[in-house]
């Protein structure tokens, strides 16, 4: 077979390049930058209608990652941890889905694809070429820019 049908039917799970969790924790970073003070997971949850203890996992990751900061208390919350310039849409979503984000099944090298066919793949190094853009494209991409 030649082609990309022949790899799609290979390929067991297929990873959006925003997922729910990506979402998630772009919305929360949003409401945080604008917020004037530490915000807990249940207050977050509800303004974004968001389930709770997912919720509370995207924010420990990007805390324990230096993009928030928890402070713990009565008054605790989450807040920032850098400026929303410093922080990139790349960085944040590599943090919550423990890998880089991708857009196709496609790996960086041919050697990594996941049917043992990149070599034969027509489209393989476009979407290759492609994701790189996208890869560039995220890491440029701030919580400023998106505030704006």
């Not at 880089?100 to 790996?107: G, S």
């Not at 049917?115 to 034969?120: K, L, Q, T, V």
Request: charged fraction near 25%; glycine fraction near 4%.
């Amino acid at each position: 077979m030649f082609g990309y049908n022949h790899i799609k039917k290979e390929v067991k799970s297929i990873n959006m390049l925003i997922t729910r969790a990506s979402e998630y924790a772009i919305l929360s970073l949003i409401v945080l930058s604008k917020a004037s003070s530490p915000m807990d997971s249940e207050t977050l949850s509800r303004e974004l209608s968001i389930p709770k203890s997912f919720l509370a996992k995207i924010l420990q990751s990007l805390a324990k990652n230096n993009i928030l900061k928890s402070y713990k208390g009565v008054n605790g919350g989450f807040v920032l941890d850098k400026e929303p310039a410093d922080i990139s849409m790349l960085d944040v979503m590599s943090i919550v889905e423990g890998k880089a984000p991708i857009v196709f099944e496609c790996a960086p090298s041919i050697e990594d694809c996941p049917s043992d066919r990149a070599g034969f793949c027509s489209i393989w190094p476009f979407l290759n070429k492609l994701q790189g853009k996208i890869d560039s494209f995220l890491a440029e991409l701030s919580l400023a820019d998106i505030l704006e």
